[in-house]
Nanobody, 124 residues
Framework: QVLLVESGGGLVQAGGSLRLSCAAS????????MGWFRQAPGKEREFVAA????????VYADSVKGRFTISRDNAKNTMFLQMNSLKPEDTAVYYC?????????????????WGQGTQVTVSS
């Protein structure tokens, strides 16, 4: 059974930082892309960031570019999302996603495995 477990969410003031982690088990993701998505209340799930199996050339949504950094530690089967300069509009449930492909995708359909999500709330 493949499990992706997010952690690190919470409540933070605008301008603050959080670091999300995604720990994978049941499958080694070192050869596969992984990504982060988020869903705010009343909105559809949207792409945040994605990273290839190698960790090279990550891609970001325009709304988070320059503020968020995605990374991975293949030895620990773990992915991270460092979020700086947080804004109230970043408030959402953040989901970790694991692909069956080596190359990253900005579409949710490119991912076969999903975590349960972690809440991030940014107060103004």
């Amino acid at each position: 059974q493949v499990l992706l477990v997010e952690s690190g969410g919470g409540l933070v003031q605008a301008g603050g930082s959080l670091r999300l982690s995604c720990a994978a088990s049941g499958r080694t993701f070192s050869s596969y892309a992984m990504g982060w998505f988020r869903q705010a209340p009343g909105k559809e799930r949207e792409f945040v960031a994605a990273i290839n199996w190698s960790g090279i050339s990550p891609v970001y949504a325009d709304s988070v570019k320059g503020r968020f950094t995605i990374s991975r530690d293949n030895a620990k089967n773990t992915m991270f999302l460092q979020m700086n300069s947080l804004k109230p509009e970043d408030t959402a449930v953040y989901y970790c996603a694991g692909s069956i492909h080596g190359y990253r995708s900005q579409s949710a359909s490119g991912y076969a495995y999903w975590g349960q999500g972690t809440q991030v709330t940014v107060s103004s």
